[in-house]
């Protein structure tokens, strides 16, 4: 299994400013992906993280808003960009190869004030 | 389009029944299924899958889980509940090939009573 670290935990921004989100993997993965969560709620896949090239984008998310890198196989960052309050939520890292399961971070609790 | 349904929001089981939480899907082609439980305050920790053989798959904390092709439904059994098993429980879908991401249930909270 893959252990999935994320950094920040949580964090309390203001409405305009961005926030990077680090996700760190302990060994090489083929697939990472960036996902939100409503407390209690359903996951929402944001992007597919591809590792050198653009990620691949959901319908509703847009790069501008949320950037997305993956410099090589065990690390990517997800920025979420000029914040407004309805980015209030928990972000996700996942993780996984080809044929696995995916394992998931803990989580970025982001609470936009 | 792949799709997940866990039509329970809500699973209320006193400790030491069995207990069901269903999940139906929806996708082309072979179905790459997973079950993953959160604990408040969690990330999703995954407990089992379905990828291909036997329609009987046993996980994590004894959990266990039944492909039912013709039906197309994965549901997650237990034989025993214990108080510790309750969580919010999601099953989640992918295709075999092509898309790799994960499609999610709106989640079934479980809720064990002692």
């Known amino acids: 299994s893959a252990v999935i670290s994320q950094k920040p935990s949580r964090d309390i921004c203001q409405r305009g400013t961005s926030l990077t989100i680090q996700c760190q993997v302990d060994?090489?993965?083929?697939?990472m992906f960036w996902y939100r969560q409503q407390p209690g709620q359903s996951l929402t896949l944001i992007a597919t993280?591809?590792?050198?090239?653009?990620?691949?984008?959901e319908s509703g998310f847009v790069i501008d808003k949320f950037p997305i890198s993956r410099p090589n196989l065990t690390f990517s960052t997800l920025t979420v960009s000029n914040m407004s309050p309805e980015d209030s939520s928990i972000y996700l890292c996942?993780?996984?190869?080809?044929?696995?399961?995916?394992?998931f971070g803990p989580g970025t609790r982001l609470t936009v004030t | 389009a792949q799709s997940v349904a866990q039509p329970e929001d809500q699973v209320n089981v006193a400790e030491g029944n069995p207990l069901t939480v269903k999940c139906t899907y929806s996708?082309?082609?072979?179905?790459?299924l997973f079950w993953y439980v959160q604990y408040p305050n969690r990330g999703l920790q995954f407990l089992l899958k379905?990828?291909?053989?036997?329609?009987l798959v046993k996980g994590s904390y004894g959990f266990e889980a039944e492909f039912n092709k013709s039906q197309t439904s994965f549901h997650l059994k237990k034989p025993s509940a214990l108080v510790s098993d309750s969580a919010l429980y999601f099953c989640?879908?992918?295709?075999?090939?092509?898309?790799?991401?994960?499609?999610f249930g709106s989640g079934t909270r479980l809720q064990v009573q002692p």
């Open positions: 993280a591809n590792q050198g090239s653009e990620a691949t984008y």
């Open positions: 996708v082309s082609g072979n179905p790459y």
């Open positions: 996942s993780a996984g190869t080809d044929i696995a399961e995916q394992y």
């Open positions: 060994s090489q993965v083929t697939m």
């Open positions: 379905y990828i291909t053989g036997d329609n």
């Open positions: 989640a879908v992918r295709e075999g090939t092509g898309r790799r991401a994960l499609t």
